[in-house]
């Protein structure tokens, strides 16, 4: 069975850093693309980053310079270092596998979420 | 960044009711464009992607369709557990983007 378990989130300060990780079972981490997409309160989906098998990233421009995504492939987890935190990035964080079949993309499996909350 | 625009924002349908809601691309995108259902404090659940391919284990009532800038997801006879809200996505390039949302409501 697929499992995508978030962990991580709270509230920080303006300002400060949090490290979201996602951990994984019923698949490889490393050999799949994988995503972080975020949700404000009320709101719709946002994109914020992408790891590819190969070790690239990109990033969504809101979070470019300030968000790092990367993974441990012994723990078969996903993470998201998030510095520089502003109230716009208060947000349920969701992991999804960003599946790849051919030239064809779309997220499959989703963790449960993370609330992460940057309020002083 | 390539925009996603759906219609309606929300919908009121009675269980029976076909639904059909649209997305509508600032650019043309083929057929890369998923369709994700969300209910209301979980995760989104993929639907169809590739416009058109159903995802395995979804119910045959949902459909969708078109190609380029226009495209489609249609529901053929709402049951209760249809209430939600619908988003469209495109990954015909990063960053992927999602539109806005179409919540479908009990009339």
């Known amino acids: 069975e697929v499992q995508l378990v978030e962990s991580g989130g709270g509230l920080v300060q303006p300002g400060g850093s949090l490290r979201l990780s996602c951990a994984v079972s019923?698949?490889?981490?490393?050999?799949?693309?994988m995503s972080w997409v975020r949700q404000a309160p009320g709101k719709g989906l946002e994109w914020v980053s992408v790891?590819?098998?190969?070790?690239?990233?990109h990033y969504a421009d809101s979070v470019k310079g300030r968000f790092t995504i990367s993974r441990d492939n012994s723990k078969n987890t996903l993470f998201l270092q998030m510095n520089s935190l502003r109230a716009e990035d208060t947000a349920v964080y969701y992991c999804?596998?960003?599946?790849?079949?051919?030239?064809?993309?779309?997220?499959?499996?989703w963790g449960q979420g993370t609330l992460v909350t940057v309020s002083s | 960044d390539i925009q996603m625009t759906q219609s309606p924002s929300s919908l009121s349908a009675s269980v029976g009711d076909r639904v059909t809601i649209t997305c509508r691309a600032s650019q043309s995108i083929s057929n890369y464009l998923n369709w994700y259902q969300q209910k209301p404090g979980k995760a989104p659940k993929l639907l169809i992607y590739a416009a058109s391919s159903l995802q395995s284990g979804v119910p045959s009532r949902f459909s969708g369709s078109g190609s380029g800038t226009d495209f489609t997801l249609t529901i053929s006879s709402l049951q209760p557990e249809d209430f939600a809200t619908y988003y469209c996505q495109q990954s015909y390039n990063t960053p992927r983007t999602f539109g806005q949302g179409t919540k479908v409501e009990i009339k």
């Open positions: 999804a596998r960003d599946r790849a079949v051919t030239t064809w993309n779309y997220f499959d499996y």
């Open positions: 790891i590819y098998s190969g070790g690239s990233t």
């Open positions: 019923g698949f490889t981490v490393s050999s799949n693309y």
